[in-house]
């Protein structure tokens, strides 16, 4: 029975030593810090940059849609999907005999006005000068029965005869002289008319004769050789072609950033299939009408693509980007993880030596970068902060945790 006592008595005390410690951890030891990362208080450049999303594609005038105004069967097709073409290259025949016969055609007719137009310069002129001789007779001899009849020498029959002959004489020179004038116009007009002609059918020609307007790779082909293809109110498309080397990114940047984006910025940039490698630009455009995309309005800018660049890429490619909006050299900056936000204002810890181990500072802050943010005033050069701890709770918030239904 008194060994009983004696244990009961020993259960309690070490109950009581048991209670005593938790009383005094929750209730009178100091809760205590635990820094688990630092960072420190360095001078360094910095730069602040917008997130964005962009999309390669190809430059105006890149790819060109290659059609065809003739109708007819397609002859030859020279170039097929994948093939480098230069600027100039011939790349299909549609078939031409029907245009062929007519410039044939035409260049008959056309020598025909031509020698027409030579044999009228080459009678006209002997017919005139036979009429200039008669007209000249003529007159002469009026002018000679004229002074006859002053002396009575001959009749007035002989001078109403010379009078007739000299008036016939001129009308026939008048006459010859202004249909070699005439027939001139008509046949020159007729000329020039079979030659617009023959130029309208030599024009026609050429569109039988298919050629790259632009150096670049063929990307689509669709028509083949053999196949009919009829021109109408629309240009049948006969090849694509695309030049890989003029390229540009569109960057759409959000209507929340898009006060901070400016012509000329430094842009960074890189694509998934290449994560290691980094491009670069500048912006060139920035279009004012915005673009409503999942009900979030962007707004579109510009970067031209260099040519070393654009032998990596190829339109449609999806672009991580960053644009530069703002850089400084030679900063006060701390690790980004080192800024808290208290109450609204913006604090940091100070690592101290002693039991607390930290001590709070409010800070003043400048520009954010990617990592680290410009600190215009509540650190020094040197300090540890504080990047990762873990801060004790406060007796009173703890109680209520733990019993939430009981009120103070």
Do not use: C
């Not at 006592?5 to 205590?32: C, H, S, W």
């Not at 002053?150 to 002959?165: F, G, N, P, V």
């Not at 020179?173 to 005439?182: H, N, P, S, V, Y």
């Not at 898009?258 to 670069?280: M, N």
């Amino acid at each position: 029975m008194k060994k009983k006592k004696i244990v009961l008595i020993i259960l309690l005390i070490v109950a009581l030593i048991v209670g005593a410690g938790f009383v005094y951890k929750r209730f009178f030891k100091k809760p205590e810090v635990r820094v688990l990362e630092t960072g420190r208080v360095e001078r360094g450049d910095i730069r602040s940059v917008l997130v964005e999303t962009g999309i390669i594609k190809s430059q105006v005038g890149a790819v060109v849609k290659i059609g065809a105004r003739a109708t007819g069967r397609v002859e030859k097709m020279l170039v097929k999907v994948g093939d480098p073409v230069k600027a100039g290259q011939h790349i299909a025949l549609i078939d031409d005999r029907e245009i062929l016969k007519g410039i044939d055609q035409q260049k008959a007719t056309l020598q025909a006005a031509q020698n027409q137009l030579a044999q009228i310069k080459l009678t006209y002129p002997e017919r005139i000068r036979e009429a200039e001789a008669n007209f000249t007779y003529a007159r002469l001899t009026r002018e000679r029965e004229r002074e006859l009849i002053k002396k009575e020498y001959t009749t007035k029959d002989s001078l109403d005869k010379a009078e007739s002959q000299f008036q016939a004489a001129e009308a026939v020179l008048t006459r010859l002289r202004d249909e070699f004038e005439m027939q001139q116009k008509i046949v020159a007009a007729n000329i020039r008319e079979i030659q617009a002609q023959l130029e309208q059918q030599e024009i026609r020609l050429t569109y039988t004769r298919i050629y790259s307007p632009i150096s670049g790779i063929i990307s689509d082909v669709t028509a083949q050789e053999g196949e009919t293809i009829v021109a109408g109110l629309q240009v049948a498309n006969l090849v694509t072609v695309i030049d890989p080397t003029r390229l540009e990114m569109w960057i759409y940047i959000d209507e929340t950033d898009i006060g901070r984006a400016k012509l000329g910025q430094k842009v960074e940039y890189t694509v998934d299939t290449y994560p290691e490698r980094t491009f670069t630009g500048t912006i060139g455009k920035i279009y004012p009408q915005p673009v409503v995309k999942e009900n979030i309005v962007y707004y579109l800018s510009t970067v031209k693509v260099s040519a070393q660049d654009a032998a990596f890429l190829r339109p449609e490619m999806t672009t991580h980007v960053k644009i530069v909006t703002t850089e400084k050299t030679g900063v006060l900056t701390v690790p980004n993880a080192a800024i808290k936000f208290e109450k609204g204002r913006q604090i940091a810890y100070r690592t101290v030596s002693g039991p607390k181990q930290v001590e709070k500072v409010a800070l003043k802050l400048g520009i954010r970068g990617e990592e680290r943010t410009e600190i215009l005033s509540g650190v020094e050069e040197g300090m540890e902060l504080a990047t990762k701890l873990v801060l004790p709770t406060a007796p009173e918030v703890e109680a209520k945790k733990n019993n939430p239904g009981r009120r103070p």
